[in-house]
């Protein structure tokens, strides 16, 4: 069974520094990873996945992940954040496309003016 | 194309009552997923269907039911209402299990 770990539930950070959200899952065979931006009551939206090949994924609005699967980690990071990021920030994982994808608790970030 | 859209947006039910939600997938998609959402907490799998058939389930009681329907569209229902079924629950489609689901902006439940 898979599992994901967010050990940070709150990131506090101001605008324009750089953030990083913690990602760490388990599983005992190759996963799918995502992350995940939940916006103030909205559905949430995808943000970037690792599917296969490079291990360092980018987004559209300047965020990126790198699959590390020897640390079984899947971190995002963006060097210089907004106001516009706050958000809450979701991690997931899948065994496959045919499988169930597993949600981590989610990382609330705040940037501050 | 047209978005996930759910209906209502917003539910109050009292405990014991039954509740159903819709959904509305994007065009094309033939996969369903719903999840509900707790307060503070990751959204949790409670089951998918692909072509009108159940394809895997979480660990939701069987009072938790879906149904999908030839135009793709589905239903949640859950039965016996308890507090604890107070959350956000989403449904999120996709094509053939392409691992990109797009999610509706969900229906929030509160069970008084």
């Known amino acids: 069974a898979q599992s994901v770990t967010q050990l940070d539930s709150q990131v506090p950070v101001f605008e324009e520094a750089p953030v990083e959200l913690r990602c760490n899952y388990s599983?005992?065979?190759?996963?799918?990873l995502f992350w995940y931006v939940q916006y103030p009551n909205q559905g949430l939206q995808l943000l970037l996945k690792?599917?296969?090949?490079?291990?360092l994924v980018e987004s559209i609005n300047g965020f990126e992940a790198e699959f590390n699967k020897s640390q079984t980690s899947f971190h995002l990071r963006k060097p210089s954040v907004h106001i516009s990021d706050t958000a809450e920030y979701f991690c997931?994982?899948?065994?496959?496309?045919?499988?169930?994808?597993?949600f981590g608790p989610g990382t609330s970030l705040s940037v501050i003016p | 194309e047209t978005g996930v859209t759910q209906s209502p947006t917003h539910l109050i039910k009292t405990r014991g009552q039954q509740v159903t939600l819709r959904c509305s997938s994007q065009?094309?998609?033939?996969?369903v997923s719903w999840y509900q959402q707790a307060l503070g907490q990751g959204p949790q799998f409670i089951f998918q269907?692909?072509?009108?058939?159940?394809?895997g389930r979480g660990n939701f009681p069987p009072r938790f039911s879906g149904l999908q329907f030839p135009n793709y569209s589905s239903e949640l229902n859950v039965n016996a209402l308890e507090l604890d079924d107070s959350a956000l629950y989403l449904c999120?489609?996709?094509?053939?299990?392409?691992?990109?689901?797009?999610f509706g902006p969900g229906t929030r439940l509160l069970v008084l």
């Open positions: 690792y599917l296969s090949g490079s291990t």
């Open positions: 269907y692909y072509r009108e058939e159940e394809n």
């Open positions: 997931a994982v899948s065994a496959s496309t045919y499988d169930k994808v597993i």
């Open positions: 599983s005992s065979v190759s996963v799918y």
């Open positions: 065009s094309g998609h033939n996969t």
């Open positions: 999120a489609s996709s094509r053939d299990f392409q691992e990109t689901q797009y």
